[in-house]
């Protein structure tokens, strides 16, 4: 359904400030709340969802941090730490620093999707 209706939004060959004032303007109307990440925003549609190199999937990006089930990543300096209650997703941590803060900046599926963005 979403392409359908950024097929047809695409149609109208309007800049994109333009339909994002427009569907503002509706969901103010409505009394839905607007949410500035939605899917219209979005430079990706789900066909063409990102995949991202995880332990699990390529565990030689990856290095052991000593006395911890974390792993960081050789070229990014990012620190994966698996979930231990879900056991199903990484919590991902920018640095070393947020990971000792316990600052997360999003959780990755053991397969690459993007779950969430703290």
Same mark, same amino acid.
Request: charged share 25%.
């Given at each position: 359904?979403n392409i359908a &209706?950024n097929?047809? &939004?695409?149609s109208?060959n309007?800049?994109?400030?333009? &339909?994002?004032?427009?569907?503002?303007?509706?969901t103010?109307v409505i009394?839905i709340?607007f949410?500035?990440?939605?899917?219209w925003?979005?430079?990706t549609?789900s066909s063409?969802?990102?995949i991202?190199n995880?332990?699990?999937?390529h565990p030689?990006?990856f290095?052991?941090i000593r006395?911890?089930?974390?792993k960081?990543?050789?070229?990014t300096?990012? &620190?994966?730490e698996p979930?231990l209650?879900?056991k199903?997703?990484?919590?991902?941590?920018?640095?070393?620093k947020?990971?000792?803060k316990?600052?997360?900046?999003?959780?990755i599926w053991?397969?690459?999707?993007h779950k969430?963005?703290?």
């Open positions: 359904m &209706i097929q047809a &939004i695409a109208f309007l800049p994109r400030w333009i &339909i994002i004032m427009l569907l503002a303007l509706v103010v009394g709340k949410y500035p990440s939605a899917w925003l979005a430079e549609t063409e969802e990102i991202v995880t332990p699990t999937t030689n990006d290095e052991n006395n911890s089930k974390a960081r990543h050789v070229q300096g990012e &620190i994966w979930d209650l879900h199903d997703h990484w919590e991902v941590y920018k640095n070393q947020n990971w000792e316990g600052k997360r900046d999003r959780a053991n397969d690459g999707r969430e963005k703290f």
